[in-house]
Nanobody
């Protein structure tokens, strides 16, 4: 239902842009966003954006990550700058509809290492 892409290996201080496209059969999407997960830990919300464009970030990524979306394409993006080794994780996108249903992407791996 959601297809994420854009992960990879990057050096500390580098940048990546993640993309996540929701399929056309998901209607009335309200919030979209990105979580991260590392082995043995629960998923943690990094950034979220409403259909109106309001954004929210966890403190650790403020000033480094920027979330945006294209409502016409049902796509959400996460621009990640000044990446740190502790940002290494699998990143999952989600889309939540106005009726309360939540859909998840398959996850894309980001590795920050020299």
């Amino acid at each position: 239902q959601l297809q994420a892409s854009g992960g990879g290996l990057v050096q500390p201080g580098g940048s990546l842009r993640l993309s996540c496209a929701a399929s056309e059969n998901i209607f009335s999407i309200n919030a979209m966003g990105w979580y991260r997960q590392t082995p043995g830990k629960q998923r943690e919300l990094d950034a979220a954006i409403s259909s109106g464009g309001s954004t929210d970030y966890t403190d650790s990524v403020k000033g480094r990550f920027t979330i945006s979306r294209d409502n016409a394409k049902n796509t959400v993006y996460l621009r990640m700058n000044n990446l740190k080794p502790e940002d290494t994780a699998r990143y999952y996108c989600y889309a939540r509809t106005r009726s309360g249903s939540t859909f998840w992407g398959q996850g894309t791996l980001v590795t920050v290492s020299s």
